[in-house]
């Protein structure tokens, strides 16, 4: 490892800056975050950690306005922040939805993956590899790396590319090469692993676009940058269209990109509420015997440790061995947690809560048949919440709508077959073909 786990007060108060000033000069979120990556990979971090610092965040070559045309042009920002008249009727709550699934290839992800791609071409880089677990941030990636004249290569699951086999149609579509990661269960953690093997052996012409605020220094803080571009936006949709800002803000969690991304810009607004909702799968208990836990509900359940380059909370049995993670949705299936989610959670900021899969799925066909917007997955579960718990909640709420649910058409199929789901269309039809 690169570093220990000493931390000065220098380190902490660093750590405490407001805002999305937190992390970047040390990549410090209290007791989380850090490079804890093998000597092999810290040429590489270094180097990243400069082009962050110059393009990023000074703006070098003009590549932030580079990248501000290309999200407006290819990207199709800014997106909507629509009311959402009959929730807002149901729940007798002002209910506005922050439409990214209306962005270029149906999810935020696109906005850091553009980024990180655009970067890599500004950095000399001839060659970019990613993970992707529901396949939408593989998606995004491929599509940018198509854009910008890169080859790339993805790594996903096996579990995960049966799930979501639209996506990885996508992908090849675009021109990318999709590898099998069939260690584990084959979902996201083992396709995390098996793309930081091949950064560690290709660092000199290959970037690795990592799809979340997960990984070592400067990841979360990068990857919170180009996401930021959503709470940036709403906040100031917000004022215009209601006159203030929003009493709460609502965001399915998963490594938490989107999550970061809709919290960033509401941060220092002590009055907005933010909740994450992160994936309570089956049950909240974990089985240590089977090695499994039947949800991915790191915030709201997990313990400190370190995966994949920063320390975190994540879900491990009681010798600290990380847990297999589950949940309806591809996306949100992921042992850990950005470390600045942590920390946010850590010092009360950062409301975690937990839906269960049926509840996500109420929450799928709720959208859908009033609002005529059909979610993936991952965005359902925060509508779980809200049916949930609107009562507990102000009387103006945004929630992203982080992608759209065609990827997940297949399976929204089969676990409502399986299901008593309500406001969920007749089944039988679809029984024969099961």
């Given at each position: 490892?690169?570093?220990?786990d000493?931390?000065?007060?220098?380190?902490?108060?660093?750590?405490?800056?407001?805002?999305?000033?937190?992390g970047?000069?040390?990549?410090?979120?209290?007791?989380?975050?850090?490079?804890?990556?093998?000597e092999a990979?810290?040429?590489?971090?270094?180097?990243?950690?400069?082009?962050?610092?110059?393009?990023?965040?000074d703006?070098?070559?003009?590549f932030m306005?580079?990248?501000?045309?290309?999200?407006?042009?290819?990207?199709g920002?800014p997106?909507?922040?629509?009311?959402a008249?009959?929730?807002?009727?149901?729940?007798?709550?002002?209910?506005?939805?922050?439409r990214?699934?209306?962005?270029?290839g149906g999810a935020?992800?696109?906005?850091?993956?553009?980024?990180?791609?655009?970067?890599a071409?500004?950095?000399?880089?001839e060659?970019?590899i990613?993970?992707?677990?529901?396949g939408?941030?593989g998606?995004a990636?491929a599509?940018?790396?198509?854009?910008?004249?890169?080859?790339?290569?993805?790594?996903?699951?096996?579990?995960?590319?049966?799930?979501?086999?639209?996506?990885?149609?996508?992908?090849?579509?675009?021109?990318?090469?999709?590898?099998p990661?069939?260690?584990?269960r084959?979902?996201?953690?083992e396709?995390?692993?098996?793309?930081?093997?091949d950064?560690?052996?290709?660092v000199?012409?290959?970037?690795?676009?990592?799809?979340s605020?997960?990984?070592p220094?400067?990841?979360p803080?990068?990857?919170?940058?180009?996401?930021?571009?959503?709470?940036?936006?709403?906040?100031?949709?917000?004022?215009?269209?209601?006159?203030?800002?929003p009493?709460?803000?609502?965001?399915?969690?998963?490594?938490?990109?989107n999550t970061?991304?809709?919290?960033?810009?509401?941060?220092?607004?002590?009055?907005?509420?933010l909740?994450?909702?992160?994936?309570?799968?089956?049950?909240?208990?974990?089985?240590?015997?089977?090695?499994?836990?039947p949800?991915?509900?790191?915030?709201?359940?997990?313990?400190?440790?370190?995966?994949?380059?920063?320390?975190?909370?994540?879900?491990?049995?009681?010798d600290?061995?990380?847990?297999?993670?589950?949940?309806?949705?591809?996306?949100?299936?992921?042992a850990?947690?950005?470390?600045?989610?942590?920390?946010?959670?850590?010092?009360?900021?950062?409301?975690?809560?937990?839906?269960d899969?049926?509840?996500?799925?109420?929450?799928?066909?709720?959208?859908?048949?009033?609002?005529g917007?059909i979610?993936?997955l991952?965005t359902?579960?925060?509508?779980?919440?809200?049916?949930?718990?609107?009562?507990?909640?102000g009387e103006?709420?945004?929630?992203n709508?982080?992608?759209?649910?065609?990827k997940?058409?297949?399976?929204?199929?089969?676990?409502?077959d399986?299901?008593?789901?309500?406001?969920?269309?007749d089944?039988?039809?679809?029984?024969?073909g099961?």
């Amino acid at each position: 490892m690169s570093e220990t786990d000493t931390r000065t007060t220098e380190e902490t108060e660093t750590a405490r800056r407001p805002g999305r000033e937190r992390g970047r000069e040390d990549g410090k979120f209290g007791r989380y975050g850090g490079q804890y990556v093998p000597e092999a990979l810290m040429p590489a971090i270094e180097e990243l950690t400069d082009a962050y610092e110059r393009y990023v965040l000074d703006n070098e070559d003009g590549f932030m306005d580079e990248f501000r045309e290309r999200l407006a042009d290819f990207g199709g920002r800014p997106t909507p922040l629509q009311r959402a008249d009959r929730l807002s009727e149901r729940y007798d709550t002002e209910v506005y939805l922050k439409r990214e699934d209306l962005l270029h290839g149906g999810a935020h992800k696109l906005n850091n993956a553009l980024g990180q791609v655009l970067l890599a071409k500004y950095m000399g880089k001839e060659r970019i590899i990613a993970e992707t677990g529901a396949g939408q941030h593989g998606t995004a990636t491929a599509m940018a790396a198509a854009h910008l004249d890169m080859p790339c290569t993805i790594y996903m699951g096996e579990r995960d590319i049966n799930r979501q086999r639209p996506n990885v149609f996508r992908m090849k579509l675009n021109g990318s090469e999709v590898k099998p990661v069939t260690t584990g269960r084959g979902t996201l953690k083992e396709a995390i692993s098996e793309t930081m093997r091949d950064w560690a052996e290709t660092v000199e012409d290959t970037h690795y676009v990592i799809g979340s605020i997960v990984g070592p220094h400067p990841f979360p803080v990068m990857v919170r940058d180009f996401q930021a571009v959503i709470s940036e936006e709403a906040r100031e949709q917000a004022r215009e269209k209601t006159g203030g800002l929003p009493t709460d803000v609502v965001a399915c969690a998963g490594g938490g990109s989107n999550t970061m991304g809709t919290f960033a810009h509401f941060v220092d607004d002590e009055d907005v509420a933010l909740h994450a909702v992160e994936a309570g799968g089956s049950t909240l208990e974990v089985d240590e015997e089977a090695g499994v836990a039947p949800n991915s509900a790191s915030l709201f359940a997990g313990e400190e440790g370190v995966l994949h380059g920063a320390r975190t909370k994540l879900l491990q049995d009681s010798d600290g061995q990380i847990m297999e993670s589950h949940s309806v949705s591809s996306g949100l299936d992921y042992a850990g947690v950005g470390p600045e989610l942590a920390y946010l959670v850590d010092e009360g900021r950062v409301d975690p809560v937990a839906v269960d899969d049926d509840a996500a799925l109420e929450g799928f066909h709720r959208l859908s048949n009033t609002e005529g917007i059909i979610p993936a997955l991952e965005t359902a579960h925060a509508f779980g919440y809200l049916e949930e718990h609107h009562e507990d909640l102000g009387e103006r709420v945004v929630v992203n709508v982080s992608g759209r649910g065609d990827k997940d058409l297949d399976a929204a199929i089969e676990e409502t077959d399986q299901r008593d789901v309500a406001n969920a269309p007749d089944m039988s039809m679809f029984t024969g073909g099961m």
